[in-house]
């Protein structure tokens, strides 16, 4: 990855890369690249991080506002042979504190907002690394970027196959995020080499325009870097926030034939498929990735195509392991109420699943809920300073997802919950399926369980508010639940991927953590 954009560029790669903003290392960079200058900006900035300290083995740790820079810095230094370290942004100073002591990186990529938000707080980031280096403008116990320019560029460092690769970490749905490590071999070799192949319908294509909507501190856009720079598509579209009035100009301009995003994402670019000229009519392929997509959200999409047949690829997986099932919709599929929160099969070669039962880990019958377990190479390494926590999730060569699902006849499985947010019965995702496709102005569902008692729903609107006749009819013949709570979307505590952090979300409505589940596997 140190000299994926090198590469790139001497092969003659012909890939422009246009951003809804300048790059926040490159402010005066401009909002367009080709592969010859991105791969020049990664070779500077792999000058910058050895100025600052960085080498071969230490950790990188870098903490900044979403962009795509996230992957050029990972890149940078990967090239001298340290081992960088994604902290989104969106984390609470406490957890970037537990983060950064178990990395304790050489150096500390980040912003002057993010150093003051944290010492608002009290905790001082700039005491976790050998250096602390600030993007935008000087802070106290920080060396500002621009004092770094111009300074030697390293030789490219290469490492070992199986050693640390790059660290990301979880959602931190359930709490602290673990820090996730993964080698060439299983982010590079087992995820990026599958994915970059010239597969029929889903394949990238040299005349695509590919656009991506997500959260550059993630693994996923790590990944994703190395397969569209290797499968060359005509253009690639990267957008780093949710609001849609700033991504419609982007997108009309280069309107994608691959859309890639959260599925928060999704959510809040909704209204542009209603516009006459909508900037998706060109969409062959949609993909979601992190978390549950309900099928309203993606009914709007695909009837946004003006393509013949596009697809939806949901994908579901986890940062320890990467994609685990792949499921495609179509508007036929969709045109039908789909049975249950359905994620399709394993992977073909690449990934098994098992359901057992979470007591006694025996097998479990089709039809018969039980907890999902998954082997596959792509396995990250280990949780770096929870070692004993990544072992706990093991059963021999199998993994502990932490999810409950149903195994079907054909072999495909629907996924009913976390276990930790259980409900004893039915299916959160489930109701929340089905209130999304009877309450048009919600945004989001989402049904909180709580022991001892119904679940607690919680919708999600533009306006946080929900009329009494809605919920009447949205509640008809499901299981019993709570009166709702209406909020509007700022309202709701949310990961760097924008996934509701339930836990928090449960304490700020209920004032209390306590789940239905064990929470054994999160």
């Known amino acids: 990855m140190g000299v994926l954009f090198d590469e790139c560029a001497a092969r003659g790669t012909a890939t422009t890369a246009h951003l809804d903003r300048p790059f926040d290392i490159a402010p005066d960079g401009g909002a367009e690249y080709g592969a010859a200058a991105l791969a020049g900006l990664v070779r500077d900035a792999a000058g910058w991080l050895s100025a600052a300290g960085a080498g071969r083995g230490d950790r990188v740790a870098i903490l900044k506002d979403n962009h795509w820079d996230y992957d050029l810095l990972a890149c940078a230094a990967a090239r001298v042979g340290a081992v960088p370290a994604q902290l989104s942004a969106q984390l609470s100073p406490d957890s970037l504190a537990i983060l950064l002591e178990r990395l304790k990186p050489a150096v500390l990529m980040t912003t002057s907002g993010q150093l003051e938000r944290c010492r608002a707080v009290g905790i001082d980031l700039t005491a976790f690394a050998g250096a602390t280096v600030t993007t935008d403008v000087t802070a106290p116990g920080a060396v500002h970027l621009d004092q770094l320019r111009g300074g030697r560029v390293p030789a490219p460092q290469r490492r070992g196959e199986d050693e640390p690769l790059v660290i990301d970490h979880t959602s931190g749905t359930t709490g602290v995020p673990k820090l996730v490590v993964h080698s060439t071999r299983t982010i590079i070799g087992e995820l990026a080499r599958f994915e970059a192949r010239r597969m029929p319908k889903i394949g990238v294509r040299g005349d695509d325009v590919v656009a991506t909507a997500s959260s550059y501190a993630h693994g996923r856009t790590f990944c994703w870097t190395a397969v569209v720079m290797s499968m060359a598509p005509r253009e690639v579209v990267i957008l780093t926030g949710q609001d849609p009035n700033r991504a419609d100009p982007v997108l009309r301009a280069h309107p994608p034939t691959i859309m890639e995003g959260l599925p928060a994402s999704y959510v809040r670019f909704r209204p542009l498929t209603e516009r006459l000229d909508n900037p998706f009519r060109r969409v062959r392929l949609y993909i979601s990735t992190y978390d549950a997509v309900h099928p309203p959200m993606i009914r709007a999409y695909l009837n946004a195509s003006r393509q013949r047949n596009p697809l939806w690829m949901d994908g579901w997986g986890q940062t320890e392991t990467g994609p685990l099932t792949f499921r495609f919709h179509t508007r036929r599929s969709l045109a039908r109420r789909p049975a249950g929160h359905d994620v399709g ?46 072992s706990d999730k093991q059963v021999g060569q199998w993994w502990i997802t932490g999810d409950l699902g149903v195994r079907r006849w054909d072999g495909s499985v629907r996924l009913l919950d976390r276990e930790v947010d259980r409900t004893p019965e039915g299916s959160c995702l489930e109701v929340e399926d089905v209130l999304e496709d009877r309450l048009p102005e919600a945004l989001e ?32 013949r499901l299981p019993r639940m709570q009166e709702p709570v209406s909020l509007r979307w700022d309202d709701v505590p949310r990961t760097g991927t924008a996934k509701v952090r339930r836990m928090d979300l449960r304490e700020q409505l209920t004032g209390s953590t306590a789940t239905c589940g064990t929470g054994r596997w999160t």
């Open 345 to 390: 099969r394993p992977i073909p070669v690449k990934t098994r699943l098992r359901l057992v039962d979470p007591d006694t880990f025996r097998p479990v019958r089709p039809g018969q809920p039980g907890l999902v377990l998954a082997r596959t190479a792509a396995r990250c390494l280990d949780y770096l300073g929870e070692s004993r926590r990544w």
């Open 445 to 476: 569902c989402v049904l909180l369980a709580e022991p001892g008692k119904p679940p607690l729903p919680v919708i999600i609107t533009a306006d946080g508010t929900l009329s009494t006749a809605a919920w009447r009819r949205a509640c008809r």
